[in-house]
């Protein structure tokens, strides 16, 4: 497994940065957290990583990989998968085939193959599909395989996306505010399969501005606050440090 | 010689201008396309052509035309665009629907004028031509010319200096904005397809005497034209719709007047295909403006 | 039931032709792209083949054949600078595309005819060779939507940021399915060729631009099924009645009007969505019962 490394990574905007001089690593098998003030820059610093904008200055290494420069269906290839704020399904698709899209990442076919529906195609299609059926009743969302996303609950719609990013079995993991609109028991729930996948060896890292849920979950946490890194280490080093507290109730 | 032609191209590009500005402002407003444009242009000619041939005097068939074409382009607004606003697909929608208004329209059209080519009675525009300085110009041009710089003054003065323009050009895409400054979208709406429309009316118009034939389908090759003019303009753009309309008009006369008679369309239209892959945004349009993908 | 045919058989070719357009109008969109090339796609075929098989003496079927290579081709070219645009800007770019064929059409008499148009086509394709074709086509499309591009395609449709979070080349699949679109366009254009006698390059404008989308928009964008359904319907329609007929564009132009209002989604995605939901309400009763 590979660990993220950013070094001094910056994005302009015009003349505007949105993130400066950012330093982070994200070790595999442990959760990390990435906090901050909302507009701190946390989901521009995501965009950085999955390739979705272009780094200004720095570096971003996923294990032996430079992915500095490397657009985002590559940075997916490479093993990085990723949640979004704003939950992002395909809407007009079933549940079932939103979970399938993600396994498209690891799916031997290939497009002449596709093209002519050959029997290889269409028997991985079919065992796609399996996989899917069991990742759904890990998730409890069986009975909505054939529902359309984008008239599931809010809850739902979060596990499905959830599923999606499990699906194209990732090294590493980016969850961009997960838990945001849960209450505290959905969100425990949520925490204890982020830390399962820790476990089992995967990267995870979590954005949040929700300190709470943060601490009691990460081994190591980064704080964002206007573009800059202002504190990084362990929940208990993050909670007490005066920088950490002033970015959060103002000065 | 080239300053006849350029003069003539002037005149030209001057209606091209107007039927672009049209275009242009409801993009602009909407950030959709009103692919029935072309046909407001068409019925502008056919309202004009109709009032004199009803015997009334041609300055009144202006005025018809004008408002006439205000009229159509707000009910294209209200029946094709309005339901489509808040949809997720509305810039596909709106092309869809735009062109089926086109489709009736120009239909229409070609019942009345039971599919003929019309033509306006002889002298209802006074022949008299002018020479000075080696140039010749038609009364009817330089009508055309005073027209069409006149109501893009107009319009930039409505556009710039009241406050109603004001607020139609803080509005541009902005359905928000509108609403928390306390001006219903709607006024804003009505406002921006009226002129629209009333802009291919006086242009339909002026090409309806120009080239004195008018019929059904000479909406499409305008509304095709339109597309270079506020490409090369820049989508949105006011100043950039006026500049690229004369550009266009002096393009045509010039590659009109000096290659081989039927390469002038497959010249533009290579022109238009060159400046999206180029500067899809245009010469005066902003680059952020939204003809560009993410940065990837 | 020969009868109906030997009345009907024009107008079945029609039937299969305007399919054919149709299906290449609806890959590309399958694929999240907003491009009209097909019209021009299918007069690069069209004039292709024809251009081969009277003026060099090429069989027929071959060359159909290198009508659908060069169709591919140009749509795969096609693609490489359209990646740079957004929706409305690839449509107005692909509709500049159209007119440059259409007036590079008129222009180079001396190969195409010019105007005049291009002559003495052998007709050699009948409704045998039409039925294969699109047959064909069809397997293709199910194949792709049955696999793994199709869930590619799906995906880019829904929302772009999404497919290559996933690892899924948007630039990649695009290109695919303009080279489908192509492929699809000279196919069909070669075949009418070989069954119209002349060719004008005025066909393949605007008209067929606006009927390839009204085929599309009407019988929806997602299945298969969907502009074939809307190709028969718009071409079925004026023959039922004669005013239908006299007034054939307005009745498009309407009909354009009242789906995308109403029924964005075309008759047979709606269709199917309405019976997909009435089977999920079905089985959710049935099972809070039990």
Redo the contacts between chains.
């Keep these: 497994m590979s660990a993220l490394v950013i070094k001094g990574v910056s994005k302009h905007f015009g003349g505007v940065a949105a993130v400066s001089d950012v330093n982070m690593e994200v070790p595999p098998g442990k959760v990390t957290g990435l906090i901050g003030p909302n507009g701190a820059g946390k989901t521009t610093l995501i965009n950085l990583i ?5 780094v200004s200055e720095g570096s971003i290494h996923f294990g032996a990989q430079d992915i500095t420069e490397v ?4 940075v ?2 490479a093993g990085i ?2 949640t ?1 704020q704003n939950i ?6 079933s549940v079932i ?1 939103n979970v ?3 396994f ?2 690891n ?1 031997k ?1 290939t ?1 002449p ?5 050959l029997h290889s ?2 028997r ?2 079919a065992a796609l599909r399996d996989r899917a059926n069991k990742l759904l009743e890990r998730f409890g969302m069986s ?1 909505f395989a ?2 359309e996303a984008g008239g599931l609950a809010y809850g739902h719609q979060r596990r499905v996306e959830m599923m ?1 990013a499990l699906a ?1 079995d990732p090294a590493l993991i980016l969850l961009d505010e997960p838990v945001a609109g849960m209450n505290d028991v959905e969100a425990g729930e949520l925490g204890e399969i982020f830390r399962g996948l820790a476990r089992n060896g995967m990267g995870v890292l979590l954005i949040e501005h929700n300190v709470r849920f943060v601490t009691t979950l990460c081994d190591f946490v980064y704080v964002l606050d206007s573009g800059r890194m202002i504190a990084s280490g362990s929940p208990e080093q993050i909670v007490n440090d005066p920088a950490v507290i002033t970015a959060y109730l103002g000065s | 010689m080239l300053a006849q032609q350029l003069l003539n191209g002037l005149v030209v590009g001057g209606v091209y201008a107007l039927f672009a500005l049209g275009f242009t402002l409801v993009f602009g407003i909407h950030h959709l396309m009103n692919l029935a444009h072309g046909a407001v242009f068409m019925t502008g000619a056919f309202v004009a052509l109709y009032t004199v041939l009803a015997g009334l005097p041609l300055w009144l068939g202006f005025v018809f035309a004008i408002l006439a074409c205000g009229l159509l382009s707000i009910l294209i607004e209200v029946t094709a665009f309005r339901r489509l606003r808040k949809s997720g697909e509305a810039e596909f929608g709106a092309i869809i629907s735009t062109l089926g208004a086109e489709l009736i329209i120009v239909t229409f059209a070609q019942i009345v004028s039971g599919s003929d080519v019309l033509r306006f009675p002889f002298e209802t525009f006074p022949v008299e031509i002018f020479e000075f300085a080696g140039l010749r110009v038609t009364l009817l041009q330089l009508f055309m010319l005073v027209c069409s710089l006149l109501l893009m003054l107009i319009l930039t003065y409505y556009l710039y200096r009241t406050p109603l323009g004001t607020r139609i050009r803080s509005v541009s895409g902005n359905e928000r904005a509108s609403v928390l400054s306390g001006v219903n979208p709607n006024t804003i709406y009505y406002q921006t397809f009226f002129l629209s429309g009333a802009l291919a009316g006086a242009a339909g118009v002026l090409i309806g005497l120009s080239f004195n034939s008018i019929q059904f389908a000479m909406g499409e090759p305008f509304l095709l034209r339109g597309f270079v003019v506020v490409v090369l303009g820049g989508m949105g753009s006011i100043p950039g719709a006026m500049v690229a309309g004369l550009l266009l008009g002096m393009l045509q006369t010039l590659t009109a007047a000096y290659l081989p008679a039927g390469l002038t369309d497959a010249i533009i239209f290579s022109l238009l295909f060159v400046i999206l892959l180029v500067r899809p945004y245009g010469l005066f349009g902003k680059e952020t403006a939204g003809a560009m993908r ?3 | 039931m020969s009868d109906f045919f030997t009345v009907y058989h024009h107008l079945f070719n029609t039937f299969l032709l305007g399919s054919g357009y149709a299906l290449s109008q609806w890959v590309v969109m399958r694929a999240g792209v907003f491009s009209v090339a097909t019209a021009g796609l299918a007069s690069i075929g069209a004039y292709c083949a024809a251009i081969l098989t009277t003026k060099l003496g090429w069989p027929h079927p071959l060359s159909i054949l290198a009508g659908t290579l060069l169709g591919t081709l140009t749509g795969l070219l096609l693609s490489v600078p359209l990646a740079r645009l957004r929706g409305v800007f690839q449509a107005i770019a692909t509709l500049a595309f159209v007119q440059i064929v259409v007036a590079v059409g008129l222009f180079s008499d001396s190969l195409t005819g010019g105007a005049i148009g291009l002559n003495a086509i052998p007709i050699l394709v009948g409704t045998k060779e039409n039925l294969l074709a699109l047959l064909c086509t069809i ?2 499309l ?3 939507g ?7 395609f ?2 880019i449709r ?2 772009e ?10 630039t990649f699949h695009q290109s ?1 399915a303009f080279g ?1 679109s192509g492929a699809i366009a000279g196919l069909f254009g070669g075949l009418e060729a070989f069954q119209t006698f002349t060719l004008f390059p005025n066909t393949y404008g605007f008209g067929l631009i606006v009927a390839a989308l009204s085929y599309v928009v009407l019988g929806g964008r ?1 299945s298969v099924a969907g502009p074939i359904v809307g190709t028969a319907i718009l071409l079925i329609l004026p023959e039922v009645s004669r005013p239908l007929a006299d007034y054939r564009n307005a009745l498009y132009g309407v009909i354009m009007m009242l789906v995308i209002a109403f029924m964005p989604r075309g008759i047979v995605d709606t269709g199917l969505l309405y019976l ?1 939901r009435r089977r ?1 309400a079905a089985k959710a009763a049935a ?1 809070s019962r039990q």
Excluded: C, H, N
């Design positions: 999955t390739g979705v904008l272009t657009p985002a269906y590559k997916a290839r998968s990723r979004f992002r399904l395909l809407a007009e698709a085939d399938m899209i993600g498209y990442r799916e076919t497009t193959a596709s093209l002519l529906g195609a269409r991985e299609t009975k054939d529902q999606r194209s | 993410a940065e990837r | 397997y293709v199910l194949a792709i049955a696999t793994r591009v199709g869930r590619a799906e995906a829904q929302d940021a999404v497919a290559s979070s996933l690892g899924v080349s948007v695919l489908l997602r997909r999920l099972e």
